[in-house]
T-cell receptor
């Protein structure tokens, strides 16, 4: 039982490049989330998926897109990376909205 | 003003000390979470509570809904408790997070 897994662990991009962050959970959770964490700020919600087949914008969705591929997987895509997207990205899942969330190990992204 | 305010931002203690971290919030909530972020970056949930008090080992979390305030206590602190402790409140379907309290426990 791996919990929540994220790939890659670390990535360096040049401005304008695109990439997809992958997240998968094996706990049969309905809800999944993408957060970013920046120094001096709390975790901020980018997008979430309350259940399979639905996605909604969070607090900071600009520059990102998501896909809830199936119940297990929730990916985050940066179409044209910008230096302001340099951050640590966390995926999380929960049985339902607002319930205890289980976090992945994070992806450190550096955009040059 | 942030919806969730934690104090202190940084806390240094000696091993064995009793530690209190505070969380105040300005919105109506249905539940409050405490999380721990390890020095390596991993985040784990410690508690979810909507009233009263919960205890797990040396950790105790309390909440006062009327005063919009929660505390996380650590008894007999140990260097392995060194981490960032994060408060998050549930309003609607989302969590809103505080900035975290950096705790360092020295041997």
């Amino acid at each position: 039982n791996a919990g929540v897994t994220q790939t890659p662990k670390f990535q360096v991009l040049k401005t304008g490049q695109s990439m997809t962050l992958q997240c998968a959970q094996d706990m049969n959770h309905n809800s999944m989330y993408w957060y970013r964490q920046d120094p001096g700020m709390g975790l901020r919600l980018i997008y979430y998926s309350a259940s399979e087949g639905t996605t909604d914008k969070g607090e900071v969705p600009n520059g990102y897109n998501v896909s809830r591929l199936n119940k297990r997987e929730f990916s985050l895509r940066l179409e044209s990376a910008a230096p302001s997207q340099t951050s640590v990205y966390f995926c999380a899942s929960s049985t339902g909205a607002g319930e205890t969330q289980y976090f992945g190990p994070g992806t450190r992204l550096l955009v040059l | 003003k942030n919806e969730v305010e934690q104090s202190p931002q940084n806390l240094t203690a000696q091993e064995g000390e009793f530690i209190t971290i505070n969380c105040s919030y300005s919105v109506g909530i249905s539940a409050l979470h405490w999380l721990q972020q390890h020095p390596g970056g991993g985040i784990v949930s410690l508690f979810m509570l909507s009233s009263g008090k919960k205890k797990h080992g040396r950790l105790i979390a309390t909440i006062n809904i009327q005063e919009k305030h929660s505390s996380l206590h650590i008894t007999a602190s140990h260097p392995r408790d060194s981490a960032v402790y994060i408060c998050a409140v549930k309003g609607g379907s989302r969590l809103t997070f505080g900035e975290g309290t950096q705790l360092t426990v020295n041997p």
